[in-house]
């Protein structure tokens, strides 16, 4: 199984879909609808923003780790917790165990799904096409590649929570080669 993909055990996770309500008004309150409805729009986009940072985060902290393969101290902390952590720590070890280190950056085309509840209840979704055609696997000690085989395109459906603050992938699922 290819390095980046194990990281992606089967959390399953159920696609939601971000609904915006909208409704016609009489033309003397369209203007302020269209004020109003802009001025809640901007509190959504940078929601959106601060979930898309921190998943695409947590794929940048996971590059990082990969290059070590060393789960007693992961950068993945900073973006990732619960199954999520505990699924990249465990694909650490086991290339830490085997002696590999993985090299190649994923290519992320992320969209937010869903943003429900506030504060600490809030939770996110993420559906992403991740395309892990450059991230191969390297034998840590020699320097040389382990396989050539590209990981290619897996659907990815990732799940966020908001912990002290700051969202963090909680969840994460991933299609086998070829799912988008």
Do not use: F
Not at 39 to 46: E, G, K, L, N, R
Not at 129 to 155: F, I, M, N, Q
């Amino acid at each position: 199984m290819h390095l980046a993909t194990k990281m992606l055990v089967a959390h399953v996770g159920v696609v939601g879909v971000l609904v915006c309500g909208c409704s016609a008004e009489s033309t003397s309150s369209e203007s302020k609808s269209a004020t109003s409805s802009t001025a809640s729009a901007t509190p959504q986009i940078s929601v959106a923003s601060a979930v898309l940072a921190a998943y695409s985060g947590m794929w940048a902290d996971y590059q990082k780790d990969l290059l070590t393969a060393d789960w007693r101290n992961p950068v993945s902390v900073n973006h990732a917790t619960g199954a999520a952590l505990m699924d990249l720590e465990n694909a650490l070890a086991v290339d830490g165990h085997n002696g590999w280190i993985g090299k190649g950056a994923p290519v992320l085309n992320p969209v937010v799904q869903r943003v429900s509840g506030t504060g600490g209840n809030a939770t996110a979704e993420v559906v992403d096409c991740v395309d892990l055609s450059h991230a191969l696997v390297y034998v840590a000690a020699t320097g040389a590649l382990k396989d050539s085989t590209p990981g290619g395109r897996h659907l990815v459906d990732a799940g966020l929570v908001m912990k002290s603050g700051q969202w963090k992938v909680s969840t994460l699922a991933a299609g086998k080669v070829g799912s988008c």
